[in-house]
C-alpha cells in the first residue's frame, strides 16, 4: 500500500514563507514524476509544479519565480518551498506522485491535502 503524507501547511502573512513536503511510504518500484496541484474554495483544482525523475522543473505562471519544486530520492519526498505569497495562493495544497509499482505499473497517488492560508 503505498501512502503519500503531507505537512507543513499554515497561516502566514503575504510577503511570508513555507514549505510543503510529501513523503511517499509503502512497497513500490520507483517513483517518476512528482508534483504539488492546488484547490481554493469554489474552484477546481489545479495544477502547481513538477518535477521529474531526471529534476527537470516546471511550474504554473501563477507561480513561477516564487515557488520552487525539490525532491530527495533517497527519502522519496518532494518539496514545494513558496516565497512571496499572497493572497490568492491561499488553497488546500495537494502532492502527487507517478508511482511503479511492484507489477510495474505506473499509477497516480494523492496526498490527503494541507491547508495554506496567506493573510493580507
Known amino acids: 500500500q503505498v501512502q503519500l503524507v503531507e505537512s507543513g501547511g499554515g497561516l502566514v502573512q503575504a510577503g511570508g514563507s513555507l514549505r510543503l513536503s510529501c513523503a511517499v511510504s509503502?512497497?513500490?518500484?520507483?517513483?517518476?514524476?512528482m508534483g504539488w496541484y492546488r484547490q481554493a474554495p469554489g474552484k477546481q483544482r489545479e495544477w502547481v509544479a513538477i518535477?521529474?525523475?531526471?529534476?527537470?522543473?516546471n511550474y504554473a505562471d501563477s507561480v513561477k519565480g516564487r515557488f520552487t519544486i525539490s525532491r530527495d530520492n533517497a527519502k522519496n519526498t518532494v518539496y514545494l518551498q513558496m516565497n512571496s505569497l499572497k493572497p490568492e495562493d491561499t488553497a488546500v495544497y495537494y502532492c502527487?506522485?507517478?508511482?511503479?509499482?511492484?507489477?510495474?505499473?505506473?499509477?497516480?497517488?494523492w496526498g490527503q491535502g494541507t491547508q495554506v492560508t496567506v493573510s493580507s
Open positions: 502527487n506522485a507517478k508511482v511503479v509499482t511492484l507489477e510495474r505499473r505506473t499509477t497516480d497517488y
Open positions: 509503502g512497497m513500490f518500484a520507483s517513483i517518476n514524476a
Open positions: 518535477i521529474t525523475s531526471v529534476e527537470y522543473r
